[in-house]
Structure formats: structure tokens, C-alpha cells
């Protein structure tokens, strides 16, 4: 027999952000309970709205299920004494497991005779356990930040007013802070305020959709995206696609209903970008282009009521959008006054960070990274490179960056275009922010690549270099992705690149910021980025002791790192390639370190050795020539041929001989094994 379970939790507006993430805990944390509490359950569906998070789960058992219990006790001769009586550890195993000293049966193992307990717990009944459960999966639904409301001694995303909770039909009873577990919801707070009945989630869906509730997140985001797309057609254009915005406007919305609105298409002089943040970051509104591509003067936005005049609340949005345009509009031409170049002196006044110095320092200090990367790498960007790291934070003076901060890089981009500079110059000031996400489009060439990379390994080096380090939850300065970025971007372009050279570089230019040892946090920013990059490919489904093993014997180049990892993981599939790395794996095990000497055949005593030796010999200059030009494939398949070589040698000599003369030179001949492929990978983290 089984029944549904439904849970709703009643809130102030949550963000919308926090929906989606607070419905998969939600569910992991009620399947969790149920499944420890042995109680079988079918379907589970989830809800979200800003104002409830709703579950509910088919055909949940009555009763727990029944469980056969077998525990071990203290041995015999703890739990009784010399005259057969019990002691109090037999007395406190029984007391523990609810039965007599009588009841309590023997076993036989190998290390002596046990008292144990056999039972059976028949279970009890899903409704005397729900009440326990429900607050505790309430209260452990984890949010980026949570809050405190009255004087309850509870936490939650936003403060809640109500609470239902309903198994079979009835009441599931217990208290959350102020509030009493019931069956009535509420309907749309402008539209519906009142309360209705919940008897499961079929009348609740019918219920919340008379009330002017969509519970169904997926739906609702459906419909919008099929409604936006309806009103843009209608106004003579098509949304310009923006899934991020449509999953956050699904979540601030209980009943959408969605409208066109428009602007002067004066406005459309302004850059791109700014029109499409302007609408998308301060408003919510989906922007509209025609069949070109270019923007349209309209805008589609999605109302949370029925209003009985669509066109009112239309030139509301209006009026809004109005001003920041015109805004956005002033700004645009007081800027244009003022050349970039002419605001570097004005970071000068702009604090980057408070042990680190103003934005001005920090711009010298990329500034010059970025020109020994061109150096080194393409020397023919050199000029544009400089160009691109003096303008680079230039626009964050202008009065449209700090009205809206998202823009940064890309004011920089229109100004500089408009000011007749290099367009590689223009698009390397907006490229060196890249990425900004994981997975994010990076520089589309060297000069925003160089500036880029050189921004945040100073950012990276200066916060280690004032103590400012993430931690397991907290990384203020986003390092983390700042590392990632870097990594990407030399494997994107293909860099042959020293990270610990670079980190030197940006640690010696931070000089006397540091309140750290400079070679203290050059080592922990190296391990740092090392970090990132086991990180990066693992979850590339690269195996994770080939990733740890080409990255314990080498880890300067990240692309040469990558190449050894893909030829490693290649060599790894291979049907014989177990007994092949049991092989590599004992010879660095017994050589500890190597011994650093010249082999001497004379001092062979047994054929295996000298076998060993010639098939060395065969391929030393063969691997070396391959690991220069960065042929790890080829090379990790030569030194694979080593193998039933040293497999005889293993069999057929004892490495530690008594004679020492004769010990050490065969050390050295697996050292001289070992050295083939030290640079490559370190077999001895090979998982067996």
C-alpha cells in the first residue's frame, strides 16, 4: 500500500536565481530521508514559484520496510566473568539494542566467540516519521544566503508564511519557527490573494491555475518563450535569443503575461551592448531585432498580473526604459569628450585594492607582462599589445562604466574605436575581461590574449601576495576562474608558455606589495594554478591518476602537459598496458630517487642485463628526439617495447645484490629505464 506525499513551503520572493538550485535540494534532501528511513516511493515532480517551493512524490509506502538486524557485540570473554555472569558490557550491549541479556546469542569467528543480536524491525508507520523528517529537509535546504526573520531560531532563503504538508489526504503535523503545518495555500498575491484547500498534486495544480498560479517552472518557462516569441512576431520582429534571461524571468513570475513596448529609435545610435544590458540587466526586457539581425526600437517584457489595459502598463515600461536610456545617452556623449588615454592619470586616484594600490600601478604592472609575452611569443603585436594594456582600464573613469559596471570593456571598445585606434587595440580592451565564465568565448587573438593573461596572473599573484587566498567557500576575488581563464586561453591559442617563469615575473613586479615571501607565494600560486588544471582535465574524463601522473612529472607547459596527458590516457586503453605500467612502476619504486652513474657492462652478470641494457640503448636517442618535438604518443609506445626486457631482467637478477659494486650498476641501469620517461609521466602514481 502507498499514497502521495506533497510538501509546499510558502515565502516572501525568493530570487530567482536560488529557484532552481533550492528544487534540486529540495528533492535530494526528501529522497535521502526516505531512502534511509527504508521507505519505497515512486515519482517525484518539484514546483517553483518566487513565492513557494512545492514537491511531491507518488505511491510512498505506509509502513517503512521490514529489516533483519544482526550486530555484533563485545567477545564471551568481555561479556560475562568467571562465574558465567554478565558483566556491564554485556548489560550495556543489550540495554543499547532494547532487550534482555538473555536474548542475546553467540558466533564463532576467527578471532574468538561474540555475543550478537539478531532481529527483525518490523517498521514504522510513514506518517509517525513524516512529522520528523519534513522540518529537517526544511531546514537543511542550503541557499548562497539565507536570513533571519522576527525572533525564530531558523534560517531560510527569504521569511515564510506558510506551510503545506499532506500525506494521503491528510495534514502531515508538525512546526517550522511561527508556523503550523496545514493543507491551505495561497493563490497569486495581487490576482488571488485568498487561501485554497491542497488535498494532493492534482487539486493543487487545479487550485493554483484558478488562483493565477503556475507552479510548473518548465511549463512556465515554455509558455513565455512561446508567448515573447508570439508578441515579437506580432510587432514585426523576433527575440533575440537569450536563454539565460528567459530561465530568470520563468523565475520571477507566478502568471506570466507578456507585452511590447518601444522606444525612440534615436537610442539605436547607441552601441549594441549597451541597448541590450540597459533592457536586459535593469528591466528584464527581451530585446527584438529584425530579420538583419540589427536591433528593432521594441522590447517584449513579461507582466506577473492581468492587467485589464495591456498598452498602460506597456508605456509604464516605457517611461522607465526612457530614462535610462536617456541617461545611458548622456553619458554616451559627455565621454566621448575626453580622449581614453587622457583618463589613465585618473586611475591614479582609482583603488584597486587596498595592499595592492591603485588601478594605475596595477595597469603598470600588467603593462608589462603583457609586453614580455609578446616578446617571447609574437613579437610583431608587440606595439599593439602595449597600446591595448595602457588603454585597458581606461573606460572604468568614464561615467558609463560606473553607471553600469557591466559594460566595462566594452566602452573601452567603442571608445577607442571611435577614436581611430587600432581595431585590434579596440577589441583587445573588451577581450582581455575574457573569459568571464567557465566555458566562456576567449580572446580572438594575441594581443587580447597577452593582456588578458597578464591581468590575472597579477590579480592571482597580488591577492597571494597579501594573504587574500580562497578558501573551500569563499574565493571574493574569483581566482579561481581567473586561473582557469589563464589555462584556457594557452591551450586555446597554443602557447609554449613557463607558468612558473610567468608567476616569477608578476611576483618580482609586485615587489614591495607583498607582505609575503616572494618565493613562498610564487610556490603556492604555481600549485595554485596546478590545481585548476587537475581540475580542468578530469573533468575532461581524462582518467585521473594519468592526469596526476603527467602532472607530478611535469607541469611548466599546460599544453605540453595536455599532450602528454592525451598520449598517456591513449597508451592506457591499450589491452596490455597493466602489466606494462606493474612493470615501469617497480622499477621506480626500487631506484628511489636513481643513482646518478655511468653503466658498466663489465659488471653484468647474468644475460638479462645485458639485454636490458642493449634495448636501452636501442631506443635512448629514439625517445629523446621524440619528447623534444612533443611526440609523446610515439615516444610512450618506444619505451612501451622496453617491457619484457625488464620484466626478465626483474626475473632473472636481484637488483639489491650483496656485492655493491654490482647493486649500484644495476640501479643505474633502471635509473638510466626510469629517465626515458621521467619527463613524461611518473608511473608510480599509475593506478593499478
Not at 564471551?76 to 558490557?89: E, I, L, Q
Not at 542550503?142 to 531558523?154: A, E, G, Q, V
Not at 577589441?427 to 594581443?447: C, F, K, M, T, W
Request: charged share 25%; proline share 5%.
Amino acid at each position: 500500500m502507498s499514497a502521495e506525499l506533497f510538501l509546499e513551503i510558502g515565502t516572501e520572493e525568493i530570487p530567482a536565481g536560488f529557484i532552481r538550485p533550492a528544487m534540486k535540494d529540495l528533492e535530494r534532501l526528501l529522497r535521502k530521508e526516505l531512502e534511509t528511513a527504508r521507505i519505497p516511493f515512486g515519482a517525484v515532480r518539484t514546483f517553483a514559484t518566487p513565492r513557494r517551493l512545492a514537491i511531491s512524490i507518488a505511491d510512498v509506502a505506509l509502513v517503512q520496510q521490514r529489516q533483519e538486524l544482526t550486530v555484533a557485540g563485545p567477545s564471551v570473554k568481555v561479556a560475562y566473568d568467571a562465574d558465567g555472569n554478565p558483566t556491564k558490557a554485556a548489560q550495556g550491549f543489550a540495554r543499547s539494542n532494547g532487550v534482555e541479556v538473555s536474548a542475546l546469542s553467540t558466533v564463532e569467528t576467527d578471532k574468538g566467540t561474540y555475543l550478537y543480536l539478531s532481529r527483525v524491525d518490523e517498521g514504522r508507520p510513514t506518517a509517525d516519521l513524516l512529522p520528523e523528517m519534513l522540518p529537517r529537509v526544511i531546514s537543511s535546504i542550503p541557499f548562497k544566503k539565507s536570513m533571519r526573520w522576527m525572533d525564530l531560531d531558523i534560517r531560510f532563503a527569504r521569511p515564510m508564511h506558510w506551510i503545506v504538508a499532506v500525506y494521503d489526504g491528510i495534514v502531515v503535523p508538525f512546526s517550522f519557527g511561527n508556523l503550523q503545518s496545514g493543507n491551505l495555500s495561497c493563490g497569486h498575491r495581487f490576482m488571488a490573494p485568498g487561501v485554497f484547500a491542497v488535498k494532493g498534486v492534482d487539486s493543487y495544480l487545479a487550485e493554483a491555475e484558478r488562483h493565477f498560479v503556475m507552479p510548473d517552472l518548465q511549463q512556465r518557462r515554455e509558455i513565455i518563450a512561446r508567448e515573447i516569441e508570439r508578441v515579437a512576431h506580432a510587432a514585426g520582429g523576433e527575440i533575440n535569443p537569450d536563454e539565460e534571461l528567459l530561465d530568470e524571468v520563468a523565475c520571477l513570475i507566478e502568471d506570466p503575461t507578456p507585452l511590447c513596448g518601444s522606444f525612440e529609435e534615436k537610442y539605436l545610435e547607441l552601441p549594441r551592448e549597451l541597448l541590450i544590458t540597459s533592457m536586459r540587466e535593469h528591466q528584464r526586457y527581451f530585446t527584438l531585432v529584425g530579420k538583419d539581425g540589427s536591433l528593432l526600437p521594441r522590447f517584449v517584457t513579461v507582466s506577473n498580473t492581468r492587467a485589464e489595459d495591456l498598452s498602460v502598463v506597456a508605456r509604464g515600461n516605457e517611461r522607465v526604459l526612457r530614462a535610462r536610456l536617456s541617461d545611458a545617452m548622456f553619458f554616451w556623449n559627455e565621454d566621448r569628450k575626453v580622449k581614453l588615454e587622457t583618463r589613465l592619470e585618473a586611475l591614479k586616484n582609482v583603488v584597486y585594492q587596498a595592499k595592492l594600490g591603485t588601478s594605475y600601478e596595477k595597469v603598470m604592472r600588467f603593462r608589462a607582462l603583457a609586453g614580455g609575452l609578446a616578446e617571447r611569443l609574437d613579437p610583431s603585436v608587440a606595439a599593439l599589445t602595449d597600446r591595448t594594456a595602457l588603454l585597458a582600464k581606461c573606460d572604468l573613469v568614464t561615467g558609463m562604466v560606473c553607471e553600469f559596471p557591466e559594460l566595462q570593456g566594452v566602452m573601452g571598445r567603442e571608445y577607442a574605436r571611435l577614436e581611430g585606434e587600432d581595431p585590434r587595440v579596440a577589441r583587445g580592451i573588451h577581450e582581455h575581461y575574457l573569459p568571464v565564465q567557465a566555458g566562456g568565448e576567449l580572446p580572438s587573438d594575441n594581443v587580447g590574449a597577452f593582456v588578458s593573461i597578464a591581468d590575472k596572473i597579477d590579480t592571482i599573484c597580488g591577492c597571494f601576495g597579501v594573504g587574500l587566498i580562497p578558501t573551500g567557500t569563499a574565493d571574493p576575488y574569483a581566482l579561481r576562474r581567473s586561473a582557469i581563464g589563464i589555462l584556457n586561453i594557452i591551450l586555446d591559442r597554443g602557447y609554449a608558455l613557463s607558468i612558473p617563469g610567468l608567476v616569477g615575473e608578476a611576483v618580482t613586479l609586485l615587489g614591495e606589495k607583498l607582505t609575503r615571501p616572494a618565493a613562498e607565494v610564487a610556490a603556492e600560486v604555481v600549485e595554485f594554478i596546478r590545481l585548476r588544471l587537475v581540475n580542468m582535465l578530469t573533468g575532461q574524463k581524462y582518467p585521473q591518476d594519468v592526469v596526476d601522473a603527467v602532472l607530478a612529472a611535469s607541469f611548466a607547459d599546460a599544453g605540453d602537459a595536455l599532450e602528454r596527458v592525451k598520449a598517456l590516457t591513449e597508451l592506457k586503453g591499450r589491452t596490455d598496458f597493466e602489466p606494462l605500467a606493474v612493470a615501469f612502476k617497480r622499477v621506480v619504486n626500487i631506484i628511489k630517487g636513481g643513482v646518478e652513474a655511468t653503466v658498466d657492462p663489465a659488471r653484468f652478470e647474468a644475460p638479462c642485463e645485458g639485454a636490458l641494457f642493449g634495448a636501452l640503448q636501442k631506443v635512448q636517442g629514439e625517445v629523446a628526439a621524440l619528447v623534444q618535438s612533443g611526440d609523446y604518443g610515439p615516444a610512450l609506445r618506444t619505451i612501451a617495447t622496453l617491457r619484457t626486457p625488464v620484466d626478465d631482467f626483474f626475473e632473472g637478477v636481484m637488483v639489491m645484490a650483496k656485492d655493491e659494486g654490482v647493486r649500484s650498476n644495476r640501479l643505474a641501469l633502471l635509473t638510466a629505464v626510469a629517465r626515458l620517461f621521467e619527463g613524461i609521466a611518473d608511473f608510480s602514481r599509475i593506478a593499478d
